[in-house]
DNA sequence: GGGCAATGTTACACCTTCACGACAATCATA
DNA sequence: TATGATTGTCGTGAAGGTGTAACATTGCCC
């Protein structure tokens, strides 16, 4: 089950620590580094969901992390939530301006963190928070893997479980082939293109329940969307 | 039920000795202390669930309390909720710093405490020692380490005891191969992903009723989920 | 309708994942 | 120390999933 992936960036190491173990307790997947430029390599290798970037840190400034985050167009979209420490304004205004997302003023209770990490997920990608996701009379379940429509339970393979939830992800949406392959299979996979079309055509299949109609919606030279039906 | 244990480090009487009634009132079990050092001991002869720890006490200071919390491995992943005098902003940076999961500053309202309180034992010990878990036909009683299913005593070894309490915990939910061995095995054990498998085998076995259904759901490629059937 | 490109469908060989049995090492206990 | 229970690892085979090509069908433009 792909958790939400975190990268935490923070040089005490007593605080990083603290925060990871919260985190990991919550589910998420976390990477931790107290160093910007290891930070920016780590962004690179696996893109995080979500960036939690301390504004005082070692080697590469925050305000330069998080520059070059939004620069990379991998990187570009991944939320921040920057850390300041005390009231320095200044930093806060240059991070936003910058950036970075929301911002937390040193002390904060971790709790607090948590919870703007949560609120960030479920704008962001409510599965990612272990939310259900309903399209129209399908359900999804990404904390149990289950998936039904119309209060009966279907079944699905690996791959089409991922497909079925990315397209549930964002209802309506059009996704060329190319982008199905990157979010569904990940980056860098080397796959025909038509392949996509067999998967389609299996998810379809096993979608299917007697007096629904189709869903995913086939958009020519373009690629498939899935509607509320 | 067999409560919570909470360690109350206070060295104003008044004020130790009303949280000390409210909590009790609330069923769990108050060992409270005005000195640093005699709460040290404390959590050294038995490790409670949580503690509350005054910044200002006498003996050894709050923040050295906590550090020395924090290094003893039996004590580091007890949460500690610190109670600060309002203006010292230091105090928190440091409390923070040092390892403290939440805090609150002085005056504040009992009744605030006992829910931030209440929060994080939900989220420490989701089945709070004693209570008596129940998911489908199977009933797990972790005071006396008995499990039965249908009234029938089950026979199970360590490690299935313990991976059948962890699914148990939260039923319904996949759990990944590496999440079960962080949660059953413990963070940083050294084990083969496959060996989970054979213990998933062995729980199966050993919690096989005549006329009952396998309880433990295989996701492929994700994990394992237990179901109350 | 003809021609063309895009998509639907099927079949199949290949690969991954999982259940199961066996076994040696370790631990607990008498 | 001896005995039995427990544990981690490996190999094997079966079940199921995956990617690809080949062929069928559909939609579109003239």
Known sequence: MPAAKLLLVEDDPALSELLEFRFENEGYDVRATADGDEALILAAEEVPDLIILDWMIEGTSGIEVCRRLRRDKTTAHVP??????????????????????????????????????????????????????????????????????????????????????????????????????????????????????VHIRRLRKAIEVEGTKDPIRTVRSAGYAMEAV
Do not use: C
Request: net charge neutral; hydrophobic share 40%.
């Open 80 to 197: 921040i939530i920057m850390l300041t420490a005390r009231e320095n304004e200044d930093d806060r205004i240059r991070g936003l301006d910058t950036g970075a997302d929301d911002y937390m003023t040193k002390p904060f209770s971790p709790r607090e963190l948590l919870a703007r990490v949560a609120a960030v997920m479920r704008r962001i990608r409510p599965a990612l928070a272990g939310e259900t996701i309903e399209v129209g009379d399908i359900r999804l379940d990404p904390v149990g893997h289950k998936v039904d429509r119309r209060n009966k339970a279907l079944q699905l393979g690996p791959t089409e479980y991922r497909l079925l939830k990315f397209f549930m992800e964002s209802p309506g949406r059009v996704f060329s082939r190319n982008q199905l392959l990157d979010g569904v299979w990940g980056t860098g996979s080397d796959i025909e293109l038509r392949t996509v079309d």
